[in-house]
């Protein structure tokens, strides 16, 4: 079975120019939605993905279409498509076509560059908060109460007055007193 997937960003777009394209290029059902790209939760989307089957072809319009969140998202989805026995190809981008060989290797080629940029960004990142720390830097959100108004907080805390009275005096929530240590 041949399927197509159609997505515009918002409800403003027009979906038609992809249809056309779709149906030109042979697919019996067309999934279509109008979502971002950035939204990981696409109801569309995970339906296509839940019916397919092992030799059925995906086709879309361009790679975006799938979605917008960057090289790894696009080969996860990718991915899921492979898995369940499935080949998608690109109108747009003729490399992006695993119903031939040549498309496969080449799929696998730009899934190991994603992988590998995936797995250096972590390990920049962890290294930069580990400099940071090491610098003296403290990590997260700065605190709602400043050092002297988190002593007074917690006296009065301790002392056993109302978390809402002592939440409004220092205009934060309940919670940030409740936390107090």
């Not at 779709?22 to 939760?41: I, N, P, Y």
Request: with cysteine; charged share 30%; proline share 2%.
């Amino acid at each position: 079975m041949i399927f197509g997937y159609a997505r515009v960003s918002s409800g403003g777009q027009e979906l038609s120019i992809q249809l056309e394209q779709l149906r030109a290029s042979g697919c019996a059902k067309v999934f279509c939605e109008k979502q971002s790209g950035m939204k990981d939760e696409r109801r569309e989307l995970a339906r296509m993905l839940r019916t397919l089957r092992a030799g059925d072809i995906v086709i879309i319009t361009a790679l975006d279409r799938l979605t917008r969140g960057g090289p790894y998202k696009m080969l996860c989805v990718l991915q899921e498509i492979t898995s369940r026995g499935a080949s998608y190809r690109s109108l747009a981008e003729p490399w992006a076509d695993t119903t031939h060989e040549l498309g496969e290797v080449l799929a696998a080629l730009v899934g190991y560059i994603a992988r590998k940029t995936r797995e250096d960004i972590l390990r920049r990142t962890a290294e930069g908060r580990a400099r940071a720390i090491a610098n003296g830097v403290r990590m997260g959100r700065k605190p709602k109460l400043a050092l002297d108004a988190r002593r007074t907080a917690l006296q009065r805390k301790l002392a056993g007055e109302p978390l809402d009275v002592i939440a409004r005096d220092f205009d934060v929530s309940r919670s940030t007193i409740s936390r107090l240590a």
